[in-house]
């Protein structure tokens, strides 16, 4: 695009709209990296705080967001992700004619600590098999999801995961084939320095963290659970 300096819009607000176009155009993916200040200032014949401004009201838009020291990044669409009597992170993400898929993080038998071995009424030190997961979206990380099981009732659960990719299936194969969310507890804070890096996220990008519960038809508790979500990408939609 050619600027038009005398056509009485701001040359920022032209750059602006430009950007805006090329993203709509998809020249620019979302959660991509916009070209460096220098690199824009040099495409439009500008110097580099006329670019500034045109970035600026951009993030103000909420189109593009500007971590320091990393650059500007073209905003990912949000997704909305439901909290109801039936959780589960396939169908929430398909429904949105989103693509799902996931990365095993780690599964291993431990023993289970207070709060683990109290959501899943056991006691403690008890055997609990912990499958850690991140949820990706398009192929962008979303969450990371971490479900606890005991051990007892569901042996070999972590090979029935391994082999199914998915919880819902792993649980059916022991005759659970259907299962509700008794509570979700809903808290945020900024991330780990390991949250960070499986989320690629900043530290200084807070994430939504959730505490849940889930019970069999007969009210028996089958799994305690935490996540962590990227809170610039997802908001919690809670349904009753």
Request: no cysteine; charged share 30%.
């Amino acid at each position: 695009m050619t600027l038009q300096r005398r056509a009485g819009v701001a040359l920022w607000r032209q750059i602006a709209e430009s950007i805006e176009s090329d993203i709509k155009e998809e020249v620019f993916d979302r959660g991509k990296r916009l070209p460096t200040e220098a690199e824009l200032a040099s495409r439009f014949g500008v110097n580099r705080h006329t670019v500034r401004r045109g970035i600026a009201f951009l993030e103000q838009e909420g189109i593009v967001r500007v971590e320091q020291g990393r650059g500007t990044f073209v905003q990912e669409r949000v997704v909305d992700y439901k909290l109801g009597k039936r959780t589960r992170f396939t169908e929430n993400i398909q429904k949105q004619s989103r693509i799902p898929s996931g990365e095993l993080v780690r599964a291993q038998l431990i023993p289970a600590d207070a709060t683990v071995a109290k959501q899943l009424h056991l006691r403690k030190g008890a055997q609990v098999a912990l499958i850690e997961s991140i949820g990706k979206v398009d192929g962008r990380p979303i969450s990371v999801v971490a479900h606890y099981f005991p051990a007892k009732r569901f042996p070999d659960i972590i090979e029935a995961y391994k082999r199914e990719h998915s919880v819902t299936k792993a649980l059916a194969q022991y005759g659970v084939t259907d299962y509700t969310r008794k509570e979700t507890r809903i808290t945020a804070r900024l991330p780990t320095t390991t949250e960070s890096r499986l989320l690629e996220l900043p530290r200084s990008q807070p994430v939504l963290v959730t505490e849940s519960v889930n019970i069999d038809p007969e009210g028996r508790v089958i799994e305690y659970g935490w996540g962590r979500m990227a809170a610039e990408r997802a908001q919690l939609v809670v349904q009753p």
